[in-house]
């Protein structure tokens, strides 16, 4: 079990040098990016011990690596181009829907109000659009619009 730990560790670092040297940075570089010395770094990449989950987290999204492959080498080492559509996606459609919502409902929208329901549909990307839709009327209807 011991010697299992370790070569999750082991790999775990192998995978972190990995998608730093994916964006070029040294070790120096990379531990300023993430917030720690760079000796915590070297003994990431070197297997001696892991990173915390908010570390982890700070790494996938610094080298743009996904998470899963960082943890546990699934799935492409970039991150699902798929889902980024769809967010995207998601926020254009959620552009239309504010329009609608103020045509149908004489609503006037801010843009403080807009900023705040497109923040709530990055959120709630991946959801359909007709759930996006009634989503973003129930929040007009509790914001009092």
């Known amino acids: 079990m011991k010697d299992k730990l370790l ?3 082991i790999l775990l670092g192998n995978r972190i040098r990995e998608a730093r040297k994916s964006i070029g940075k040294t070790q120096q570089e990379f531990a300023l990016m993430v917030g720690v010395i760079p000796t ?3 003994r990431w990449e070197l297997g001696k011990v892991s990173p915390g989950w908010e570390y982890l987290t700070i790494i996938a999204e610094k080298t743009n690596v996904s998470l899963d492959w960082l943890l546990a080498d699934k ?3 970039q991150p699902d181009k798929r889902n980024e559509e769809d967010h995207i ?3 254009e459609y959620a552009e239309t829907v504010l329009s609608k919502i103020k045509e149908k409902m004489g609503i006037e929208i801010d843009e403080k109000e807009k900023e705040f329901v497109l923040n709530t549909i990055r959120k709630m ?3 359909t659009k007709n759930q996006a839709e009634e989503k973003l009327i129930n929040i007009f209807k509790i914001m009092g619009k």
Request: proline share 0%.
């Open 7 to 9: 070569n999750s560790h």
């Open 40 to 42: 915590h770094l070297n």
């Open 75 to 77: 799935g492409s080492m």
């Open 89 to 91: 996606d998601c926020v």
């Open 125 to 127: 990307f991946s959801e």
